[in-house]
Nanobody
């Protein structure tokens, strides 16, 4: 059973930075897509970024391009989300998700992921 544990959330002022981490264990497949999603109160969960553990170009939502960077450390089974130039509209619960996958193109919709972490809160004040 894949288990995901997020950390690194917190409260920052607009323009600040945070780095989220997602530590994975229990992998049973050779490669995965790792996704970061977020959900603000009253809104649907949305995809933020995704990366294939086997390499390739990551996916970013338009709203975070140029500000967020997803990266993967396969030696540590950890996925990171570096968030810079944070805005109040980035405030949300951030979730890490994993899905067994065989090629570099990663799905981006929440329903396409099987394994989820418990989430970490990010709050950006103006």
């Amino acid at each position: 059973q894949v288990q995901l544990v997020e950390s690194g959330g917190g409260s920052v002022q607009a323009g600040g930075s945070l780095r989220l981490s997602c530590a994975a264990s229990g992998y049973t497949y050779s490669s995965y897509c790792m996704g970061w999603f977020r959900q603000a109160p009253g809104k649907e969960r949305e995809g933020v970024a995704a990366i294939f553990t086997g390499g390739g170009t990551p996916y970013y939502a338009d709203s975070v391009k140029g500000r967020f960077t997803i990266s993967q450390d396969n030696a540590k089974n950890t996925t990171y989300l570096q968030m810079n130039s944070l805005k109040p509209e980035d405030t949300a619960m951030y979730y890490c998700a994993a899905e067994a996958h065989s090629f570099y193109w990663c799905p981006t919709a929440p329903w396409q992921y099987t394994h989820w972490g418990q989430g970490t809160q990010v709050t950006v004040s103006s």
